[in-house]
């Protein structure tokens, strides 16, 4: 058989772009109570007194980033009726920023046009806050809010967290009055910032809580409304995604990736409707997803500890005791011409992948010997372990 044609064809879908992440509804439900708390921190900017320093946090996937998108618009439509006013926003994901450094060049660079560009390295840190007052100072606006999302990324190295919420304070900025609205869904994070950068950064925190299976429910009626054909979905499909994406995270990413797939596997199929079975179904490939990402994550040693899991299930050697995955391993890793670590730094990893769930272990007593020993079982399908291990340069070539 050959190719078969492109069509435009797909009975479950009307716009599937609904359903992914990066799409703005145009209401954000089941948040009143949040907006108007997130609302309330920011009236004063439009009454044209000094921004509070905001810090928004809460759980990944319950609205954070999409409520702050829309408090933003809303206030820089609104301010257009007060001509005393001019409100500037910058926002900026700190994903993957690791240091105030970072952050701050990154917010340099937003004032910057593309031909004046700073690298990020090179200068004092003393040098790249200077250039950030410097831009700040030449605004024209009355305020400038600056929008730190994914904040957390920055970890212990905060400076700029307290600076920039201080900079009119410390007569760094001078006639622009500056706010900071920063993001976490990181709790750890937001218990351990210094008293100082709490003192600064938290004038309002505002908390986000996970959604309940019935906010889950209004949230994905509302998007599957626009997202999938009339009468497609079978009446349990968004009640079962709702309920499973309310009893694992309260997510409503997680909510809307399960509402996805389960279309997802109604089209492939070719089934006239989405069902509950595609729910499950879709449950169960995200989760198997999830394991996959989480094998390829582990250290190189941990993955020759695991291929040599794999290799002993294949000859149906499992359980294998300690010594025996030993010795398979000594002899892969020579394969795979990797370092050969002692048996009791792969010991260390066989408890390492016990304890992520990944393998299982029995304790055996030895009879008269009077000594006991552990043995291993494999815990995850050995297709997915398989998967996981082969998309791993290294050891790839150990399986040919
Ligand atoms: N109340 C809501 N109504 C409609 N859609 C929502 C609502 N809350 C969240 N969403 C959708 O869920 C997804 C995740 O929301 P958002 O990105 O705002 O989460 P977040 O809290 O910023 O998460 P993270 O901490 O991972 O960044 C987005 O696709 C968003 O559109
Ligand atoms: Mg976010």
Known sequence: MGLEPFTQDDQIFRDEDVLRDNYRPDDLIERDKELSEYQAALKPVIKGARPRNIFVYGQTGVGKSLATAMIMNRLLLDQENYPDIDIEVVELTCKSLTSSYQVTAHLVNQFRSQDEQIT??????????????????????????????????????????????????????????IGVVGISNDFTFRDNLSGRVKDSLCDEEIHFPPYDADQLSNILMQRAEKAFTDGVLEDDVIPLSAAHAAQDSGSARQALKLLFKAGDLAREREAPSVTEQHVREAEKLIEEGKVKDELESLPTQSHLTLLAILMLSKGDALPAKTRVVYEKYVELAELADADVKTDRTIRDRLSQLTLKGFLGVEEQNDGIHGGSYHQYTLEVRTDIVEDALQSQTRISEVFH
């Open 120 to 177: 990020p390295t090179g200068y004092t840190p003393g040098m790249i806050n200077d250039m950030l007052w410097r831009h700040l100072n030449e605004l024209e606006a009355t305020h400038c809010l600056i929008v730190l999302d994914e904040v957390d990324s920055i970890g212990k190295d905060d400076d700029i967290l307290y600076e920039l919420p201080r900079c009119n304070d410390n007569g760094n900025v001078e006639d622009t009055k």
